[in-house]
């Protein structure tokens, strides 16, 4: 099997998004969003300015220059299995607003998981051919972009979480003590946590916490030199063949 192939020879059923859909709305039906946020101080206001600004130069820049990429990748996948090109999930934002977030599909249109409640694993068998690349080169985040564009996400922060995301089979919200206090600023596409190594599953609470840890510890530190430390190191771990699966 090529890295184009999908592991299933069944063409998508048009029926099964409306079906996920209705399972997305179930899921989060009856989270709730947290009573309040401290604001950031006052002489940050600037540095988030430009970080802004930053962001909307960036992602368009991006956008314009990946444009090729995104049109094959789009083809490639509905070569594969016919289904959507996009996989969206309702997600943290910014003081606790639920935004939608934009994906490359990398798995099979019925086996998606719009809850967040089952994390990808290593070998997940429901990851398709082109996913499984699009996956560990983490080219399948590209499209939150758009995302960055429009305001709901910034190139660096916060990664964001999947309303019922779990660590160790338990809500990160019960799990760990503080654990909105990282979204007083906007998720990013990448994070400190990240470039830390802390990504993928989390099975044990040590993870989960130290995670949050290093998410906490950016929003207290914010600077405009620590969100291009972060963007080289990504760009060097990324060069070096990813970490993603």
Not at 17 to 39: E, T
Not at 185 to 196: C, F, H, W
């Amino acid at each position: 099997m090529n890295a184009f192939t999908s592991k299933r020879n069944s063409r998508f059923d048009a029926s099964q998004r409306q079906n996920k859909n209705k399972a997305l709305i179930v899921a989060n039906s009856n989270i709730r969003q947290p009573d309040g946020f401290s604001g950031v101080e006052r002489k940050m206001a600037l540095r988030l300015v430009v970080k802004r600004m930053i962001d909307i130069v960036g992602s368009a820049s991006a956008l314009v220059v990946l444009a090729p990429l995104f049109l094959a990748i789009a083809l490639f996948i509905k070569l594969d299995d016919g289904g959507p090109v996009f996989f969206r999930q309702i997600r943290w934002g910014l003081n606790g607003r639920k935004i939608t977030v934009f994906k490359f599909r990398s798995m099979r249109a019925e086996a998606c998981d719009p809850s967040g409640i089952q994390q990808t694993v290593k070998g997940d068998s429901r990851v398709t051919g082109i996913g499984a690349v699009l996956r560990k080169t983490n080219i399948d985040e590209l499209p939150q972009l758009l995302n960055v564009l429009r305001g709901d996400m910034s190139l660096v922060g916060p990664r964001c979480h999947a309303i019922n995301m779990r660590a160790a089979g338990r809500l990160y919200e019960e799990l760990v003590p503080g654990y909105h206090h990282r979204h007083i600023m906007r998720p990013g596409i990448t994070g400190l946590a990240q470039t830390r190594g802390w990504r993928g599953p989390t099975a044990r609470p040590l993870q989960a916490r130290a995670r949050i840890a290093s998410d906490i510890y950016y929003v207290r530190n914010f600077s405009l030199l620590l969100d291009m430390k972060i963007l080289l190191n990504t760009l060097v771990i990324e060069l070096r063949g990813g970490t993603g699966f």
